[in-house]
Nanobody, 117 residues
């Protein structure tokens, strides 16, 4: 049974930083593609940052240079450091993993990030 548990969301002022973390069980993140999506109120869920099994990372244009995704293979976790946060970064952030052998997707329950003064 696959479980993804996010932590680290919260309320932060514009220009501030947050670090999200996702702990996985029942699946090995290092051999699959994993990352973060977000959904703002009234908008579609969008990819924010992805890291592949080979360690290659990709970012949405809106977060390049501000967000950094990382993976800890020993702890089976994926994290995302978010700096210079903007109000438009507000939303629910979801941890995601795609199982390589059948492309089945798994999602965490989401963690709220609110950027506001």
């Amino acid at each position: 049974q696959v479980q993804l548990v996010e932590s680290g969301g919260g309320l932060v002022q514009p220009g501030g930083s947050l670090r999200l973390s996702c702990a996985a069980s029942g699946i090995t993140l290092s051999i699959n593609t994993t990352g973060w999506y977000r959904q703002a109120p009234g908008k579609k869920r969008e990819a924010v940052a992805i890291i592949t099994s080979s360690g290659r990372s990709n970012y949405a244009d809106s977060v390049k240079g501000r967000f950094t995704i990382s993976r800890d293979n020993a702890k089976n976790t994926v994290g995302m450091q978010m700096n210079s946060l903007k109000p438009e970064d507000t939303g629910v952030y979801y941890c995601y993993v795609q199982q390589y052998w059948d492309t089945r997707d798994y999602w965490g329950q989401g963690t709220q990030v609110t950027v506001s003064s």
